[in-house]
C-alpha cells in the first residue's frame, strides 16, 4: 500500500478488533472491502489487562490476513508489541503495523520498529495513549523519524471521569497533532466510545472536520465477539456508515491563531 494514498483521500480503516478464525477475517475483510473500506486492520496479538484473558490467535492468524488479502485486494494492518511481532508481520506482507496506546512510551520498541520499517514500503500508525500528552505523542513520533517518515497518528481516546463511555474523543488535541506534525491523523473513535451507538455521529464529526481517516471496529456477530464485543459495528451497519460519510465534505480549514 502506498503512503501517498493515506494522504490523498479521506482513508477508511475498517476490521475486527481480533482475528478469531480464518471463516471471520474473510467475512470482515470481504466486507469492508465492498463497503469501501481501504485497509482491514485485525488485531493478532492482543494487549490484554490480565495474563489470564485470551491473548489473541497469535502467529497462527497471520496466514489468514494474508489470504484475505490475496483474495480481496485489501491491505493489512495489525499492533505489533515486540520486534518478534513485527518480524513476522513483515514476513506476512503486512502494510501498517501500529503501536498501541498501551505500547507508545516504550522507546526501546518505537525504535526497533522505526529501525526495521525503515527500507520497504511498510506505514507505522502511532496510536496516543490514554493519557498521552500532546508532546508525548509527537516524541513518539521522533523515534520513527530518525528512520523514515511514512507515519501516520491515531487518535482513540483519552481516559476520562465518565463510565458511560470508555474513554474521551480528543478531536483537539489531535488537530493540534496535525497542525505540528504535518502527518496524517486517524481517528478511532470505536475505542474512545467503547458503544456502538456512538460511532455514526462521531464518525461524521470526524470526517467533516477535515481528518485524515477513520479506525472502525467490525465484526460479523459482535455480541459474539471475544474482544471488545460492545463497540465493533455488524457488516452491514459499518456499510451504512461508508454510504452515509459519502455526503459529507471532509474540509481542511482552520485559523491560526494570530490575527493577521
Ligand atoms: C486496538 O486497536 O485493537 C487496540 C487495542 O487499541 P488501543 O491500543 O487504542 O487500545
Ligand atoms: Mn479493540
Not at 493489512?76 to 514476513?91: G, K, N, P, T
Not at 506482507?93 to 526501546?108: E, N, Q, Y
Request: glycine share 10%; with cysteine; charged share 25%.
Amino acid at each position: 500500500m502506498n503512503y501517498e494514498r493515506l494522504t490523498d483521500k479521506f482513508t477508511v480503516i475498517g476490521g475486527p478488533c481480533s482475528a478469531e478464525s480464518k471463516a471471520q477475517v474473510l467475512r470482515v475483510a470481504e466486507g469492508v472491502k465492498q463497503s469501501g473500506g481501504d485497509v482491514f486492520r485485525s488485531g493478532v496479538w492482543k494487549p490484554r489487562t490480565s495474563a489470564d484473558s485470551w491473548q489473541g490467535a497469535g502467529k497462527e492468524a497471520l496466514p489468514w490476513l494474508k489470504e484475505a488479502k490475496r483474495r480481496f485486494g485489501i491491505a493489512l494492518a495489525i499492533e505489533v508489541m515486540s520486534s518478534q511481532q513485527l518480524e513476522s508481520a513483515l514476513e506476512y506482507g503486512i502494510d501498517l503495523v501500529w503501536v498501541g496506546a498501551r505500547s507508545g512510551t516504550h522507546t526501546p520498541l518505537l525504535d526497533v520498529v522505526g529501525q526495521l520499517t525503515q527500507n520497504g514500503q511498510t506505514i507505522v500508525m502511532l496510536k496516543r495513549g490514554m493519557g498521552a500528552k500532546l508532546r508525548d505523542w509527537v516524541g513518539a513520533v521522533s523515534y520513527i523519524h530518525k528512520y523514515h517518515s511514512r507515519i501516520v497518528l491515531c487518535e482513540r481516546g483519552i481516559t476520562g471521569p465518565g463510565t458511560e463511555t470508555r474513554n474521551v474523543l480528543d478531536l483537539q488535541t489531535a488537530w493540534l497533532a496535525k497542525q505540528e506534525t504535518k502527518l496524517p491523523v486517524i481517528i478511532d473513535p470505536s475505542h474512545a466510545a467503547g458503544r456502538r451507538d456512538l460511532i455514526l455521529p462521531m464518525s461524521r464529526a470526524i470526517k467533516a472536520a477535515g481528518f485524515d481517516g477513520l479506525l472502525i471496529e467490525v465484526h460479523p456477530n459482535p455480541d459474539r465477539a471475544l474482544t471488545d464485543a460492545k463497540q465493533q459495528l455488524t457488516l452491514k451497519q459499518f456499510g451504512f456508515l461508508t454510504e452515509n460519510l459519502k455526503a459529507i465534505p471532509s474540509s481542511n480549514e482552520s485559523f491560526g491563531n494570530e490575527i493577521k
